[in-house]
C-alpha cells in the first residue's frame, strides 16, 4: 500500500505544496500517528513523562458516556491535556479496548514529544501541553486513505456523494456538546449505494465542526475526485465514505439528487491507496 506524504501550507484559502515518501501500516487497526517535533520535547526520565503517564493512565475513565473522554494533568505550572475519541457506533467495550491500547502505544511511538495524536479505527488520542490540540486543527496533522478505483460516473458520484455529506455535517454539527456524529446513505440511479460517516470532537461549536469537515471535503475534492472509498482524519474530525456498510446502526436516508452541471474535476493522484498530508497554517 503506498502511502504520501505531504507538507500542505494552509491558508484561509488552501493553497497546497506536498511531498512524497512511504510508511508502512503497523497494526491492522491503527492507522496513523504523528509525533509534533515543533511544540517541545521532554526525556524519557522526566517528571513530564511520569505525569503524562498517569494523566493517560486516568483518561479511559473520565469519559462523557459517549466516547470522549478528557483528563488533564500538571507538571509545575505546565498542564498536559490529553483527548481521545471513539467513532461514534463502536460499542463501549471496543471503544475502551481502544482508548486503552492508544495510552499505551502513543507514548512509545513519540517517546519525546510533549504534542502526539495517533488514530485508529475505532478511536483517536492527541495529547499536548498546548490548549492548540483542543479545538483546532494546530496539531497540523491530517491522515487521507483513498480507495484505488474510480467511479464510472465520477461527477454522478460526486453529487450523490457531496448531498449525502453536507447533509451528515449539518446533522452532525449540530448534535449538542454530547455527541457530534452522523451516519448516512445514498442511492441513486447508476450509483451504487453510497454510505458515509461524519464525526467531530464534540467540544467543538457548531461553526468549528462544519469548518473542520468542509477541509475534508475540500480535500476530497481536490484529491480524491470520484475515488470509490475514503477516509480522511483530521485532529478534531473525520469523514469516511464507502460503497458498503461499514458501520453500525441506523442511517440517514437521503432522497436521490439531482444531477448537477459537470464542472472539471481535479483529477486523483493515479494509482494512490493512501495519503497522508502533514499541514502547518500560516497566518
Ligand atoms: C510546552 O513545552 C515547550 C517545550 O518545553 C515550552 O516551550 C512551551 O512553553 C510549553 N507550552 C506551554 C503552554 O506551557
Ligand atoms: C525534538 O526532538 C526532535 C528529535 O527527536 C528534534 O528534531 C526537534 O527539533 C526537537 N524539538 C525541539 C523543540 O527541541
Ligand atoms: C510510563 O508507562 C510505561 C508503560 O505504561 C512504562 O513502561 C514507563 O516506565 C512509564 N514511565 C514513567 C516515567 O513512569
Ligand atoms: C456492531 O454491532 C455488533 C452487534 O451488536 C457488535 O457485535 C459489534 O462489536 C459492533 N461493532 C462495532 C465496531 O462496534
Ligand atoms: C481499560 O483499562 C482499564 C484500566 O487499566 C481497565 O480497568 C479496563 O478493564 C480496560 N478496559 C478494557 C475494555 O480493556
Ligand atoms: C482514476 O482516475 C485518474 C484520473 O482521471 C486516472 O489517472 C487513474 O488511472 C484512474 N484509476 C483507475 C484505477 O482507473
Ligand atoms: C439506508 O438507511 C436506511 C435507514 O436507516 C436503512 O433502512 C437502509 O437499510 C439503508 N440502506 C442500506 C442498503 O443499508
Ligand atoms: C461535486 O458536487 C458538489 C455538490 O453537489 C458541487 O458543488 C461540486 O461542484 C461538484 N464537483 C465537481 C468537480 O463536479
Request: charged share 15%; proline share 6%; hydrophobic share 35%.
Amino acid at each position: 500500500m503506498l502511502i504520501v506524504v505531504g507538507k500542505l501550507l494552509l491558508h484561509i484559502s488552501f493553497i497546497f505544496t506536498y511531498l512524497i515518501s512511504s510508511i508502512t501500516i503497523a497494526q491492522p487497526n491503527f492507522i496513523s500517528d504523528y509525533c509534533d517535533n515543533d511544540i517541545g520535547n521532554y526525556t524519557i526520565s522526566s517528571t513530564y513523562r511520569k505525569n503524562l503517564n498517569s494523566t493517560l493512565y486516568l483518561l479511559p475513565i473520565n469519559g462523557n458516556g459517549n466516547g470522549f473522554y478528557r483528563s488533564n494533568g500538571n507538571v509545575g505550572d505546565e498542564t498536559i491535556y490529553s483527548v481521545a475519541l471513539c467513532r461514534g457506533d463502536v460499542d463501549q467495550d471496543l471503544c475502551e479496548t481502544c482508548v486503552n491500547e492508544s495510552i499505551s502505544k502513543l507514548p512509545q511511538l513519540c517517546p519525546n514529544q510533549k504534542s502526539a495524536i495517533g488514530y485508529y479505527d475505532y478511536c483517536m488520542l492527541k495529547y499536548s501541553n498546548s490548549t492548540d490540540i483542543l479545538r483546532n486543527n494546530q496539531l497540523d496533522f491530517l491522515v487521507t486513505i483513498f480507495g484505488s478505483s474510480n467511479a464510472s460516473d465520477p461527477v454522478r458520484f460526486n453529487s450523490s456523494l457531496t448531498t449525502l455529506i453536507n447533509r451528515l455535517i449539518g446533522d452532525a454539527s449540530s448534535g449538542g456538546d454530547l455527541r457530534k456524529f452522523a451516519t448516512g446513505n445514498i442511492t441513486s440511479p447508476d450509483v451504487t449505494t453510497i454510505f458515509a460517516l461524519v464525526q467531530c470532537t464534540p467540544d467543538l461549536s457548531k461553526q468549528q465542526c462544519g469548518d473542520c469537515l468542509n477541509i475534508a471535503v475540500h480535500l476530497y475534492m481536490r484529491y480524491h475526485f470520484g475515488c470509490v472509498g475514503g477516509e480522511l482524519y483530521l485532529p478534531t474530525c473525520s469523514l469516511r465514505y464507502e460503497t458498503y456498510k461499514f458501520f453500525n446502526g441506523s442511517t440517514l436516508v437521503i432522497p436521490t439528487p439531482p444531477i448537477l452541471q459537470p464542472s472539471l474535476p481535479n483529477p486523483p493522484p493515479p494509482g494512490i491507496h493512501s495519503i497522508l498530508f502533514l499541514y502547518s497554517r500560516s497566518i
